[in-house]
């Protein structure tokens, strides 16, 4: 309604094939005499109109006869006493829009000529530059113009060639106080300066911003972190120690590898099972100890892989009930070494802890214990699987929560008491004479697996993610390759290489005896 206002301010209005109203008008007004083309130019040069308005004038002045009130009558049905009528009612300035909307000509200059969806014409401005002369007078060069009826994107057309910057360069100087800040960063402003002064801050960590001179870093989704540029959040690391590379696979290749070597063992005491050797060291204990310690090298594989509820569940409670087996076990034939060193002195009443009651006794009373503690911590608070994202910066890792620290530590408290009894054992019983020189060989592997498990407590208390687990999974497959390689190897030796040494007599040390003679 602005544009039809700015008209009806000209005088303008429709032009008609007869011109009854509008004379009638002009007689009401003191104008009677004018035509249509006179009232306008006189109206206009009352107001003193400027280049505008002559031009507007003109583009009236060539608006198709189709616009008169005939026109008005065929498409509305109105005639020339509805025209009246709707001035009386003061709606000519609606019928005025309704159809100077749908004008499109082109006037003498052959400019085309039309209005849009608000009523206003086309818009061309012709841009300026101001041009100093030698002499001092200025002089208006036009260097480009703005045309709305362009197609869109072409509108502003500048020949830059014709404006001279600063040092006579034709390179168009950049307006700024501070560059755009890039992706990644945002806007501060700076204290006391305009809103165009700023500096560019980069995004803290865990956010990012991936517009131009955005003034806020946003956090990223939980499972998502900012890349290096901080304009784009990207997946995060997914933490666990797997099978496919290289940390996991050595560690699994190892514990299969002394599976097998513990296995092997097992096969070779059960295939001279009637040799001095094997029945000197109570073979059914022996053979609870090798299967014992090949367990022991499996169930290091329930820490490796992706966690889940079953593995979850059975990996501390398999590895602390398995050691306290091995350890046990050898505690078991660490005391009947003793007995039976002192059951050889005359007058001895020790002969009768000869059998297996002692053994049984051993193993069971020190296996009971650990599997009371492992069943109340699977009762009360069972392991489970978790996404941690708090441990490590920009890392999913992946990792079975113990959920009780206090069991944890308890198992592990209990298994090495009883590793502590058995080395303490075995020391007082290394000077036992040669032909049961066996607790020197406990000595040393009980000496081996408590090594390896204080070292553990550091190591594992200080690392995070896979790499607490490869901890765990080292002490677990070291301690017990130091019980399989100090107590059985020794025995593996006598048994294949040196069959002479696999007698009666050389256990009891006649056979030193003779060689000595």
């Known amino acids: 309604m602005s544009r039809v206002a700015f008209l009806k301010n000209r005088d303008v209005y429709l032009p008609t094939s007869n011109h009854h109203h509008v004379n009638s008008e002009c007689e009401e007004n003191g104008m009677s005499g004018y035509n249509n083309e006179e009232w306008y130019r006189k109206g206009s040069v009352e107001r003193g109109t400027d280049s505008g308005d002559s031009q507007i004038r003109e583009d009236y002045l060539n608006i198709p006869d189709r616009y008169s009130s005939e026109s008005l009558e065929n498409e509305n049905g109105v005639g020339e006493d509805s025209v009246e009528q709707s001035d009386d ?52 060069v036009k260097v480009g113009h703005f045309d709305s009826r362009t197609v869109e994107g072409q509108e502003l057309l500048v020949n830059a060639s014709a404006v001279p910057w600063k040092a006579s360069t034709n390179e168009i100087p950049r307006s700024v106080c501070t560059e755009s800040c890039v992706p990644g960063y945002r806007k501060a402003l700076q204290k006391g300066q305009p809103a165009c002064c700023f500096d560019c801050i980069p ?28 304009n784009e959040c990207i997946p995060k690391t997914i933490d666990y120690l797997s ?7 050595t560690l699994t290749g190892t514990a299969n590898l002394c599976s097998m070597a513990a296995l092997t063992v097992l096969c070779i005491f059960v295939k001279y099972r009637d040799t001095p050797v094997v029945k000197a060291n109570n073979r059914n204990l022996t053979y609870l100890l090798l299967g014992a310690l090949m367990a022991s090298f499996l169930c290091s594989l329930l820490f490796i892989g992706l966690p889940n509820s079953i593995n979850c569940l059975l990996r501390q409670s398999a590895f602390g009930i398995m050691f306290v087996l091995c350890v046990s076990c050898v505690l078991a034939k660490t005391i009947m070494v003793v007995i039976a060193f002192n059951a050889t002195k005359p007058g001895s009443n020790m002969r009768k802890w000869l ?7 051993t193993v069971s009373g020190c296996t009971l214990g650990q599997v009371l503690i492992c069943a109340t911590w699977l009762l009360f608070c069972p392991a489970f699987p978790e996404e941690n994202m708090n441990l490590k910066t920009g890392t999913i890792i992946l990792r079975c929560n113990d959920c009780s620290e206090t069991a944890f530590w308890c198992m592990l408290g209990y ?36 090594s390896v498990w204080l070292s553990f407590v550091p190591g594992y208390v200080s690392t995070q993610g896979k790499h607490m687990v490869a901890v765990e999974v080292f002490g677990i497959i070291c301690s017990s390759a130091g019980i399989l390689a ?31 003679k």
């Open 486 to 516: 100090c107590f059985f190897l020794p025995k593996c030796y006598i048994i294949l290489l040196r069959p002479d040494r696999n007698t009666r007599e050389h256990l009891l040390g006649k056979g030193n005896n003779k060689i000595k």
């Open 355 to 361: 059998g297996a009651q002692v053994p049984v006794l």
């Open 243 to 249: 099978y496919h590379e290289p940390l996991g696979a």
């Open 89 to 140: 009612d003061g709606q000519t300035r609606f019928l005025l829009l309704h159809y100077m909307k749908k004008v499109r000509f082109k006037n003498t200059i052959g400019e085309e000529i039309f209005f849009d969806s608000h009523g206003d014409p086309p818009t061309r401005y012709d841009i300026i530059r101001w041009k100093v002369e030698p002499d001092g007078a200025m002089k208006y």
């Open 203 to 230: 995004c803290s960590e865990g956010t990012i911003s991936n517009e131009t001179d955005s003034i806020d870093c946003w956090k990223c989704p939980s499972k998502t972190w900012p890349n290096e540029k901080r």
């Open 415 to 450: 298994m090495g008491l009883w590793a502590c009894v058995s080395f303490l054992v075995a020391f007082l019983a290394r000077n036992l004479p040669d032909s049961f020189n066996e607790a020197k060989w406990i000595t040393f592997s009980m000496l081996v697996f408590l």
